[in-house]
RNA sequence: GAGAGUAUCUGAACAAUCACGUAUAAGCAAUUAUAUGAGGAAAGUCCGGACACCUAAGGGCAGAACGACGGAUAACAUCCGCCUGGGGCGACCCAAGGACAAGUGCCGCAGAAAAGUAAACAACCGUAUAAACGGUUCAGGUGCAACGGUAGUGUAAAAGACUACAGGGGAUAUCGUAAGAUAUCUGCCGGGUAAACUCCGUUCGGGUGCAAGAUUGAAUAAAAGGUUAAGGUGACCCGCCGUCUUUUGAAAAUCGCAAAGAACUGCAAGGUAACUUUCAGUCAAGACAGAUGAUUGUUUUAAAACAGAAUCCGGCUUACGGGAUACUCUCUUUU
RNA sequence: GCCUCUGUAGCUCAGCUGGAUAGAGCGCCUCCGUCCUAAGGAGGGCGUCGCACGUUCGAGUCGUGUCAGGGGUA
């Protein structure tokens, strides 16, 4: 789990950030990023959706949760990743076939997507 | 040794690094430390409650649920014991298991006839060719089912008309708290269907469900309508409430709610058992974009099954990996 | 969380209340028709009535359980 600051709360939030429709996917998820940063203080604010059409069952959504939270956590740590900081809210949206992935599959994505992206 | 039956248990452990929820302590604060953090089904939402609110919540009647008998329980459609019926060689398992002899409905096709003490056609017997009349429905045939069954007596032919055997109903006696069991007597023999309407008995019988609801925000708040019959309650009727009724009242926070109860664990006593009681001990997840995770290593043969708490309890049902334990039954082999 | 409804042919539905032939429209296939196609005409159904168990002589229909899908409620 990320720590408070790094979480995406409001519902007004949400509707904004899918308003934009700044989008990049792959056959495994897909990410929503929200405005840029005004002021580079305020931490980016993350989000993560695993919808019920995805599996049935909760134990399997959890799972794929709790794998993309791991992933941004693990390039928050390290600050691998600069191209993240530019974003006032991030929110990753699971597709059906990541049900089958491990972490290295969901991990290696999300780090391509967000490095890839382009102002 | 093999194959079964019943009941119960288990539902990986340890270490390292990084991270999250909650509580406590320290600190102005950032934060740090310690403790703790999914299940046997948390699931389905199928029953039963607790609890909360709705001005008022009373009576009747619809209606709903249950249905052998006795008990357990806060309550139940649950559980225990037992009876009856059915299945299995057996251990054992299964059962919505009241009433069709109160009334009504339904029973296709076939068949004389599907419930009306019933034969139009048909068949058998007699008067003795036929016709006609009288007796009968045994046999034959239909159908899931034919106004009781099998065998005999009897008769012109037949019929519980009579006898024996088994079955059902009723009565009496004994045993059992009871369902019921056993014995004797009795020609009484009335088709099936109530998971058809219905009747009988028992219970419930105002509704809504924690997104219930309370407080803060938020203030003798604002606007509109109504003026003694409109409105509210309610499936419906009676009754009741009645000067008020309706609408708006944001985001957010606290409580409800995580601490303590029909609680859990253990011993003892009572009871065939479900369960009850005394005593001792324990406090053990709790959010509101919603915690319990990731990686690596070691161990067991392998870490794999079903599956993620959302107000809380008691059940039921369904899903499920690999094992373990106890008792019991049948068959085979050896002694 | 709570409350509800629906599962029948490839698709959309009826039949269910009230038990005894599984049907309608569209689509599909075959033939006729036409130089060819379309329209039109004739013929054709292959469905475990979502699944399981029960009640009954007999179940798409009645009862119970279960699975799947949809809708409502802030």
Redesign the pocket.
Known sequence: ????QN?????SA?IATYKLKNIAADNIMCIYFGKEKTSSDAAVKF?F?VSKKIH?????R??I???M??SI??IL?ENSIQNINNYMSVICVAKPSSVNA???QIDSSIKRLISSKVL
């Open positions: 789990m990320l720590s408070q979480r995406l709360k409001k519902y949400f989000a959706v049935k069952r909760a134990v399997v959890n799972r949760k709790r794998l939270r791991e956590r693990l740590k491990d972490f290295y």
